[in-house]
């Protein structure tokens, strides 16, 4: 009798509107990705598709990648580095800097010259990330070392490694962040 009184006692504790947000809860359980929103402008119910909205968020732009890519990081790089066969050098050890962060990490001489990846393929935010580097060089100092270093430690910080070229690579590198601190 007691045990009656305590279960009439909760079912009489909970409101219409209470009965209806467990109503809500559940709906929503039943249906795995979708979820049940209210609309700003007049209240009313809206059911979303939360997978297909994080999946159309996460769809890149092929134009804006070309955009980026061509338009922004390489051309900005052809622009301001120095030009000539003089100056190759120092550029491929550059771009080698830079390609190994499109890439994520990987580096040609892992693979006996063959990265396998493509930098203008990789995700928009790395490509940001590195043209915010360069347009910030740009507007700087322009100096090829200081734009080197910059992707050094981009990819120091993204726990990446580095071109091997020889022996002495490391020891460039280290005297380079010696220069740093």
Same mark, same amino acid.
């Given at each position: 009798?007691?045990?009656?009184? &305590?279960?009439?006692?909760? @079912?009489?504790?909970?409101?219409?509107?209470?009965?209806?947000?467990?109503?809500?809860?559940?709906?929503? /359980?039943?249906? #795995? $990705?979708?979820?049940?929103?209210?609309?700003?402008?007049?209240?009313?119910?809206?059911?979303?598709? @939360?997978?297909?909205?994080? +999946?159309?968020?996460?769809? @890149?732009? *092929?134009?804006?990648? =070309?955009?980026?890519? =061509?338009?922004?990081?390489? #051309?900005?790089? !052809?622009?301001?580095? *120095?030009?000539?066969?003089?100056? #190759?050098? !120092?550029?491929?050890?550059?771009?080698?800097?830079?390609?190994?962060?499109?890439?994520?990490?990987?580096?040609?001489?892992?693979? &006996?010259? +063959?990265?396998? %990846?493509? $930098?203008?393929?990789?995700?928009? *935010?790395? !490509?940001?990330?590195?043209?915010?580097?360069?347009?910030?060089? +740009?507007?700087?100092?322009?100096?090829?070392?200081?734009?080197? &270093?910059?992707? =050094?430690?981009?990819?120091?910080?993204?726990?990446? *490694? /580095?071109? @091997? =070229?020889?022996? %002495?690579?490391?020891? +460039?590198?280290?005297? !380079?962040?010696?220069?740093?601190?």
């Amino acid at each position: 009798m007691e045990e009656n009184n &305590k279960k009439s006692k909760k @079912e009489q504790e909970l409101s219409e509107a209470d009965i209806e947000r467990l109503q809500l809860l559940q709906r929503a /359980h039943e249906r #795995k $990705g979708k979820q049940l929103t209210i609309t700003d402008d007049t209240g009313a119910l809206k059911e979303i598709d @939360e997978l297909r909205q994080l +999946v159309s968020k996460q769809l @890149e732009s *092929p134009e804006e990648k =070309y955009s980026i890519y =061509y338009k922004g990081i390489r #051309k900005l790089l !052809m622009d301001h580095l *120095p030009k000539g066969e003089d100056y #190759k050098q !120092m550029r491929d050890i550059i771009y080698d800097e830079k390609n190994i962060f499109l890439n994520l990490g990987k580096r040609k001489s892992d693979n &006996k010259g +063959v990265r396998g %990846s493509d $930098g203008r393929m990789t995700f928009q *935010p790395v !490509m940001n990330e590195i043209l915010d580097i360069i347009i910030a060089w +740009v507007g700087g100092s322009q100096n090829p070392f200081e734009l080197y &270093k910059q992707f =050094y430690l981009l990819n120091e910080k993204h726990e990446y *490694p /580095h071109e @091997e =070229y020889d022996d %002495s690579t490391r020891g +460039v590198a280290n005297a !380079m962040l010696k220069l740093v601190d």
